[in-house]
Protein backbone atom coordinates (compact mmCIF):
# COMPACT_ATOMS: atom_id res chain seq x y z
CA UNK A 1 0.00 0.00 0.00
CA UNK A 2 1.84 3.13 -1.16
CA UNK A 3 0.19 4.88 1.84
CA UNK A 4 2.54 2.96 4.12
CA UNK A 5 5.33 4.42 2.71
CA UNK A 6 7.80 7.39 3.70
CA UNK A 7 9.52 10.18 1.24
CA UNK A 8 12.17 11.61 2.46
CA UNK A 9 12.05 15.48 2.30
CA UNK A 10 15.76 16.33 3.71
CA UNK A 11 18.07 14.64 6.22
CA UNK A 12 16.35 16.37 8.66
CA UNK A 13 12.26 15.96 7.69
CA UNK A 14 10.23 13.67 6.57
CA UNK A 15 6.59 12.87 5.45
CA UNK A 16 5.12 10.26 6.65
CA UNK A 17 1.59 9.26 4.53
CA UNK A 18 -0.23 6.07 6.39
CA UNK A 19 -3.66 5.51 5.98
CA UNK A 20 -5.08 8.79 4.27
CA UNK A 21 -2.94 10.29 6.90
CA UNK A 22 0.24 12.95 6.52
CA UNK A 23 2.59 13.77 9.18
CA UNK A 24 5.69 16.33 8.63
CA UNK A 25 8.91 16.17 10.76
CA UNK A 26 7.12 13.65 12.96
CA UNK A 27 7.44 10.05 13.12
CA UNK A 28 3.44 9.49 12.72
CA UNK A 29 0.26 11.13 12.02
CA UNK A 30 -1.73 12.24 15.13
CA UNK A 31 -4.88 9.71 15.52
CA UNK A 32 -7.60 12.27 14.81
CA UNK A 33 -6.03 14.59 12.21
CA UNK A 34 -5.32 14.56 8.13
CA UNK A 35 -2.20 16.67 8.83
CA UNK A 36 0.51 16.57 11.33
CA UNK A 37 2.98 19.41 11.46
CA UNK A 38 5.87 19.38 13.75
CA UNK A 39 7.87 22.70 13.26
CA UNK A 40 6.71 26.17 12.08
CA UNK A 41 4.29 26.86 9.20
CA UNK A 42 5.06 28.96 6.19
CA UNK A 43 2.52 29.46 3.17
CA UNK A 44 1.96 31.89 1.10
CA UNK A 45 -1.56 31.39 1.38
CA UNK A 46 -3.23 29.54 3.40
CA UNK A 47 -7.25 28.69 3.10
CA UNK A 48 -8.68 26.83 5.91
CA UNK A 49 -12.77 25.93 4.96
CA UNK A 50 -15.14 23.98 6.46
CA UNK A 51 -16.11 24.38 10.24
CA UNK A 52 -12.22 24.12 11.58
CA UNK A 53 -11.96 25.31 14.45
CA UNK A 54 -8.58 24.05 15.52
CA UNK A 55 -5.16 25.85 16.07
CA UNK A 56 -1.77 26.40 14.46
CA UNK A 57 1.31 26.91 16.47
CA UNK A 58 4.48 28.85 14.69
CA UNK A 59 2.14 29.35 11.56
CA UNK A 60 4.41 31.87 8.80
CA UNK A 61 2.49 33.74 6.61
CA UNK A 62 3.63 35.93 3.48
CA UNK A 63 0.66 37.21 2.00
CA UNK A 64 -2.90 37.86 3.01
CA UNK A 65 -5.02 36.02 5.44
CA UNK A 66 -8.75 36.09 3.95
CA UNK A 67 -11.17 34.44 6.11
CA UNK A 68 -15.21 34.33 5.94
CA UNK A 69 -15.85 33.65 9.80
CA UNK A 70 -14.08 35.19 12.87
CA UNK A 71 -10.03 35.37 13.50
CA UNK A 72 -9.48 34.90 17.17
CA UNK A 73 -6.23 35.71 18.55
CA UNK A 74 -5.22 35.03 21.86
CA UNK A 75 -1.99 36.88 22.18
CA UNK A 76 -0.67 40.51 20.93
CA UNK A 77 -1.11 40.47 16.54
CA UNK A 78 1.35 42.98 15.28
CA UNK A 79 1.29 44.61 12.21
CA UNK A 80 2.21 47.71 9.92
CA UNK A 81 -1.84 48.45 8.74
CA UNK A 82 -5.02 47.72 9.87
CA UNK A 83 -7.80 48.20 7.13
CA UNK A 84 -11.38 47.49 8.44
CA UNK A 85 -13.59 47.35 5.60
CA UNK A 86 -17.30 45.78 4.93
CA UNK A 87 -20.05 46.44 2.65
CA UNK A 88 -22.35 47.78 5.67
CA UNK A 89 -21.46 48.58 9.04
CA UNK A 90 -17.73 48.22 10.24
CA UNK A 91 -17.53 47.66 13.60
CA UNK A 92 -14.14 47.42 16.22
CA UNK A 93 -15.34 46.41 19.35
CA UNK A 94 -13.10 46.32 22.20
CA UNK A 95 -14.33 44.84 25.87
CA UNK A 96 -13.70 42.77 28.96
CA UNK A 97 -15.96 40.18 31.15
CA UNK A 98 -14.75 41.97 34.47
CA UNK A 99 -14.73 45.70 36.37
CA UNK A 100 -11.20 46.47 34.26
CA UNK A 101 -9.89 48.82 31.57
CA UNK A 102 -10.73 48.67 27.74
CA UNK A 103 -8.64 50.61 26.00
CA UNK A 104 -6.45 51.71 22.86
CA UNK A 105 -2.86 53.23 23.27
CA UNK A 106 -1.02 55.04 20.92
CA UNK A 107 3.04 54.65 21.35
CA UNK A 108 6.17 56.36 19.70
CA UNK A 109 9.52 54.93 20.01
CA UNK A 110 8.67 52.63 22.50
CA UNK A 111 6.43 55.02 25.14
CA UNK A 112 2.92 55.18 25.32
CA UNK A 113 1.78 59.14 24.87
CA UNK A 114 -1.70 58.52 24.79
CA UNK A 115 -4.63 56.57 25.49
CA UNK A 116 -8.17 56.36 25.18
CA UNK A 117 -10.33 53.75 27.65
CA UNK A 118 -13.83 52.61 28.82
CA UNK A 119 -13.06 52.73 32.66
CA UNK A 120 -14.93 49.89 34.10
CA UNK A 121 -13.67 49.91 37.28
CA UNK A 122 -15.00 50.56 40.67
CA UNK A 123 -12.89 53.47 42.07
CA UNK A 124 -15.02 53.89 45.49
CA UNK A 125 -14.79 55.84 47.81
CA UNK A 126 -13.25 58.95 45.90
CA UNK A 127 -12.68 57.70 41.80
CA UNK A 128 -11.26 60.12 39.73
CA UNK A 129 -13.99 59.55 36.98
CA UNK A 130 -17.42 57.49 37.28
CA UNK A 131 -17.79 54.02 36.42
CA UNK A 132 -17.94 53.28 32.74
CA UNK A 133 -16.59 56.38 31.90
CA UNK A 134 -14.69 57.17 28.60
CA UNK A 135 -11.13 58.90 29.38
CA UNK A 136 -8.53 60.38 27.82
CA UNK A 137 -5.02 60.47 29.53
CA UNK A 138 -1.91 61.68 28.31
CA UNK A 139 1.05 60.02 29.49
CA UNK A 140 2.98 56.57 30.07
CA UNK A 141 1.01 53.72 32.12
CA UNK A 142 2.74 54.79 35.50
CA UNK A 143 1.13 58.59 35.55
CA UNK A 144 -1.99 59.22 37.83
CA UNK A 145 -5.28 60.48 37.20
CA UNK A 146 -3.25 63.75 37.25
CA UNK A 147 -2.80 63.10 33.19
CA UNK A 148 -6.21 62.56 32.43
CA UNK A 149 -7.36 65.57 29.64
CA UNK A 150 -10.95 64.72 29.17
CA UNK A 151 -13.68 62.47 30.44
CA UNK A 152 -17.31 61.80 29.84
CA UNK A 153 -19.84 59.62 31.70
CA UNK A 154 -22.83 56.99 30.79
CA UNK A 155 -26.59 59.16 30.44
CA UNK A 156 -24.67 62.03 30.52
CA UNK A 157 -23.93 64.37 27.81
CA UNK A 158 -21.68 66.46 29.29
CA UNK A 159 -17.91 66.42 28.97
CA UNK A 160 -15.86 66.51 31.63
CA UNK A 161 -12.29 68.94 31.21
CA UNK A 162 -10.01 68.29 33.80
CA UNK A 163 -7.50 71.19 33.13
CA UNK A 164 -7.54 74.32 31.86
CA UNK A 165 -9.70 74.87 28.52
CA UNK A 166 -7.74 77.15 25.73
CA UNK A 167 -9.16 79.04 22.80
CA UNK A 168 -7.29 80.78 20.39
CA UNK A 169 -10.97 82.28 19.17
CA UNK A 170 -14.19 82.92 20.98
CA UNK A 171 -16.24 81.19 22.63
CA UNK A 172 -19.79 81.22 22.00
CA UNK A 173 -22.73 79.60 24.01
CA UNK A 174 -26.57 79.30 23.18
CA UNK A 175 -26.99 78.66 26.81
CA UNK A 176 -25.97 80.17 30.40
CA UNK A 177 -22.53 80.59 31.30
CA UNK A 178 -21.87 79.37 34.84
CA UNK A 179 -19.06 80.48 37.51
CA UNK A 180 -18.57 78.01 40.22
CA UNK A 181 -18.05 80.12 43.77
CA UNK A 182 -14.94 81.92 44.48
CA UNK A 183 -14.51 81.34 40.76
CA UNK A 184 -14.03 84.20 38.19
CA UNK A 185 -13.14 85.41 34.46
CA UNK A 186 -9.39 86.61 34.18
CA UNK A 187 -8.30 89.30 31.69
CA UNK A 188 -4.26 89.79 30.40
CA UNK A 189 -3.15 93.03 31.30
CA UNK A 190 0.47 94.10 30.26
CA UNK A 191 3.37 92.52 31.22
CA UNK A 192 1.59 89.20 30.33
CA UNK A 193 -0.28 89.41 33.42
CA UNK A 194 -3.66 87.86 34.52
CA UNK A 195 -6.44 90.20 36.54
CA UNK A 196 -9.88 89.00 37.50
CA UNK A 197 -12.69 90.87 35.38
CA UNK A 198 -15.73 89.22 36.79
CA UNK A 199 -16.13 86.03 39.55
CA UNK A 200 -18.53 85.06 42.30
CA UNK A 201 -17.88 85.21 45.51
CA UNK A 202 -20.39 83.66 48.30
CA UNK A 203 -23.68 84.75 45.57
CA UNK A 204 -22.36 88.12 45.54
CA UNK A 205 -21.00 89.01 41.82
CA UNK A 206 -17.53 90.74 42.27
CA UNK A 207 -16.17 93.19 39.49
CA UNK A 208 -12.47 93.33 39.00
CA UNK A 209 -11.85 92.41 42.87
CA UNK A 210 -11.44 95.16 43.96
CA UNK A 211 -7.95 95.93 41.44
CA UNK A 212 -9.74 98.01 38.69
CA UNK A 213 -9.94 101.90 39.48
CA UNK A 214 -13.01 101.62 36.80
CA UNK A 215 -15.35 99.47 34.80
CA UNK A 216 -16.20 100.84 31.09
CA UNK A 217 -19.39 99.38 29.72
CA UNK A 218 -20.27 99.33 25.98
CA UNK A 219 -23.46 99.10 26.72
CA UNK A 220 -25.66 100.72 29.52
CA UNK A 221 -25.03 98.67 32.88
CA UNK A 222 -27.71 98.50 35.17
CA UNK A 223 -27.53 97.81 38.88
CA UNK A 224 -29.47 96.27 40.90
CA UNK A 225 -28.89 95.95 44.80
Excluded at 6 to 23: E, F, P, Q
Excluded at 77 to 100: F, K, N, P, Q, Y
Amino acid sequence: DRSEHVYMLSHSNAAVAHRGKVAIGANSPVTDARLTVSGAISASSLYIGGMNTGSIDGLGVQGDISASGNLEVLGVMTGSGLHITSSGDSVIAVGTSGDDLSKWEWHRAGVRKWTIFNDGRDGSPDPAVATDSLVIKHGTSADGNDHINISMKQDDQTVYFHGDISASGDIFTDTDFHLADEKGLYGKIEGGGARPMIGSNSANIVLGNGQFNKVLSKEPLEVEG
